[in-house]
T-cell receptor
Framework: AQSVTQLGSHVSVSEGALVLLRCNYS??????LFWYVQYPNQGLQLLLK??????LVKGINGFEAEFKKSETSFHLTKPSAHMSDAAEYFC?????????????FGKGITLSVRP | DAGVTQSPTHLIKTRGQQVTLRCSPK?????VSWYQQALGQGPQFIFQ???????QRGNFPDRFSGHQFPNYSSELNVNALLLGDSALYLC????????????FGSGTRLTVV
């Protein structure tokens, strides 16, 4: 069974600072990996995903993530935080075993951005 | 192009009652998955429907049941509601063949009192 670990529940950065949100997975085979963002009282919006190919993935709103198989990690970064980035961020994994496997989510990280 | 539509957006029910939540998938999608997101937690997979059949199920009791209609829309039913069923219920649609990702709705916030 696969699992996703997001260390820490809350990250606070200053506006303009680097954003780093960590995600590690545990799976018998490397899964497909996703980062979602959730604003208050809203659903999940896909930021980026890794399936195959290039391990550095660029997403929306200036976010990117790098798949590192040796570290079983898929950390999310953004060079310069903006106030509008304040939200809940979820890392998720999907077994690449066939169409429509279920997503396994981490517990999420709340990102706060200080002026 | 409309995305995933869920209704209602908010709902308050009493313990022991039954509730039905609805989901219309994104145009072109034929598969619907349901997730429960408790406060402060990540979404947990409930079940998935394709061709009007339950294809996969997570670790949820039989009080949770669902249905998919010929137009691919879906319902989630929860019987004998418990306080612990209070959560945001998210619907995600996808295409069973040629899968390329899930699209999530905005969810239904269920409060059980």
């Amino acid at each position: 069974a696969q699992s996703v670990t997001q260390l820490g529940s809350h990250v606070s950065v200053s506006e303009g600072a680097l954003v780093l949100l960590r995600c590690n997975y545990s799976s018998s085979v490397p899964p497909y990996l996703f980062w979602y963002v959730q604003y208050p009282n809203q659903g999940l919006q896909l930021l980026l995903k890794y399936t195959t190919g290039a391990t550095l993935v660029k997403g929306i709103n200036g976010f990117e993530a790098e798949f590192k198989k040796s570290e079983t990690s898929f950390h999310l970064t953004k060079p310069s935080a903006h106030m509008s980035d304040a939200a809940e961020y979820f890392c998720a994994a999907l077994a690449p075993t066939g169409a429509n496997s279920k997503l396994t989510f981490g517990k999420g990280i709340t990102l706060s951005v200080r002026p | 192009d409309a995305g995933v539509t869920q209704s209602p957006t908010h709902l308050i029910k009493t313990r022991g009652q039954q509730v039905t939540l609805r989901c219309s998938p994104k145009s072109g999608h034929d598969t619907v998955s349901w997730y429960q997101q408790a406060l402060g937690q990540g979404p947990q997979f409930i079940f998935q429907y394709y061709e009007e059949e339950e294809r996969q199920r997570g670790n949820f009791p039989d009080r949770f049941s669902g249905h998919q209609f010929p137009n691919y829309s879906s319902e989630l039913n929860v019987n004998a509601l418990l306080l612990g069923d209070s959560a945001l219920y998210l619907c995600a649609s996808s295409s069973y063949r040629g899968w390329w990702g899930y699209t999530f709705g905005s969810g239904t916030r269920l409060t059980v009192v």
